[in-house]
């Protein structure tokens, strides 16, 4: 499955390990950065912030707990891929009224991206992901998503597909608020996902989730450690 995932991002000449998926990038740089590492016992992260791109790799043997400074590449596998499509960063709030973020990330310089509407057999049909991809034409290209939720407080809306059960592909995006970080009224508050959904379909994705629909376990947020 790392192989699926990664042949999404990496053209086909080119190796799946981490270090090399960025290269579909049209004005890629001629040397790729040094990732930030993030080791935890379960899991391991590799993200490039300055492409807009980050890995989530886990161990390849079951119960096997990772240690930062003596992981192997060949002891892990690419779980999922998060794809950053970030907003201008809010200007002129208060302190109190901004999100943390933490680490910038930039766009990510592979777009715009071919993606899979059913599998990533031969007989798919794929539709282009662009910077200004919106919801509406998320559920245009892949249908009504499999789970959605989200849009409450500081939680983006998000939609979730599993391509098909034959590929075990699944991606799992958000959705960001033009709004940004503004404070929502009590009356906001009382129409609740109503009116969240009402406005939704217009706006574009933050964070792509490219997943192994098989073993991976999402929660409602998308978007690396």
Known sequence: MSGCLSRLVCPPSSSSTPSTATST???QPTTIPNPEIKVYPDALYINYHSLGISFCCLPVQVGVRLQAGSWKAEEVRID???LY?????????????????GPEWKKFTGLPMDMPTKGIDEESTTFPLTATTTGKALVSALGEPSRKGGGIGWVDVWLEWELSSMSGIGIHVSLEDPRGDEEVDEEQQRRGLGGVWDR????IWGVCKLYDSSTSKLNDSVGGS
């Open 85 to 101: 499509n970030p907003r201008p960063k809010p200007q002129g709030l208060p302190d109190g009224r901004r999100r943390a973020r």
């Open 200 to 203: 939704a379909g217009h706006w």
């Open 80 to 82: 999922s891929i998060d």
């Open 25 to 27: 990038a049209p004005s």
